[in-house]
Every structure is written in structure tokens, then in C-alpha cells.
């Protein structure tokens, strides 16, 4: 059983949706239906709405919400596959403040030349903010896409309030 709850941020409503092993999915600016619906059909496991998360996930969601910084515990990321595992357990260390391309990504996981796979994980991680792919940028500086409803302006809006200069978005 996977069940999600809401919380508010400058961002609109965030759909947290959280499984046995941690958080599983992450949105912003959907419906709740819409929400359960998409883990359903990602995860094939019964999705329900949970008004009273456990307090361990209040108490971070609403830590994240006030720092937007990753949260602190555990993150299940079950339903994509074993590369794009690598690729965003590794994306968890970036420290906020910080960027890396899509290419550095691809060396310091043991698979040079592999910038399109790495930006391919990115677009599919079901879990944005809290494995902070918003701080994976073109190797041109351009700060790329962005699966959150928002796309590339929410991800200039993230890493500007992180404190990254946009206009000088290199990999530290």
C-alpha cells in the first residue's frame, strides 16, 4: 500500500506519496486523483489518501517546505529502474548551493559518455526536490529541463533561491 499526503508551499500543494520503505513520489499543481493515479500506474500498488501522516514525515515535509533542501530520511525509488537508481542516489550528495552537467553525473557513476542517460533519469525521478535534480545543468550552462509542472522556470526559480548564480550556472 502506497497512501500520500499534502502539504503547503510557495511552490502550490506538494502530493507526497510515501510507501513502507520511505517517499515514493513527489508532484506539485495536481489533484489528488490525478496524483494517485499517476503512482498507481507507476508503482501498480493501491494508492490511498492519508490525512494523518506519520508525525517522522510532517515533521520533514514541513523542515523541507521552510528550506526547500533535501529531505532528511528515507526515499524508496522502487519504481524506476537500476541505472536510474545509480543516477539519483547520486544526485542526493550534490550539496544545495551547488550544480553539476549532466555529464559530470555520468563520469562519477562509471559511465562516461552517458550525459543523454543521466538527463533521461533525471526527467523520470519520482521523487523531484527531494533528490534534487534541479541541480543538473547543461554542460553550455543552460539549466535544462525539469519534470515538475513549472519546467525549466521552476528549475531557475529553485537553484536562485538555493543562491546559484543562473547566469553563471557551471559545475562547481
Known sequence: MIRYTTVGSDLGTIYVAYSEQGVCAVDVGTSGEAFARAVHRKSQRPVERDPHPPQTLRQNL?????????LRG???LSMVGPFE?????????????????????????????????????????????LVPCHRVVRSDGGVGGYSLRGGAALKRRLLEQEGVDISEARAS
Open 85 to 129: 537508481r545509480l543516477v539519483l542516489e547520486r544526485l542526493r550528495r550534490i550539496p544545495k548551493g551547488q550544480v553539476r552537467t549532466y555529464g559530470d553525473i555520468a563520469r562519477e557513476i562509471g559511465y562516461p559518455g552517458a550525459a543523454r542517460a543521466v538527463g533521461n533519469a533525471c526527467a523520470k525521478n519520482p521523487v523531484p526536490l
Open 74 to 76: 528515507p526515499v524508496d
Open 62 to 70: 514541513r523542515r523541507f517546505v521552510g528550506a526547500l533542501d533535501r
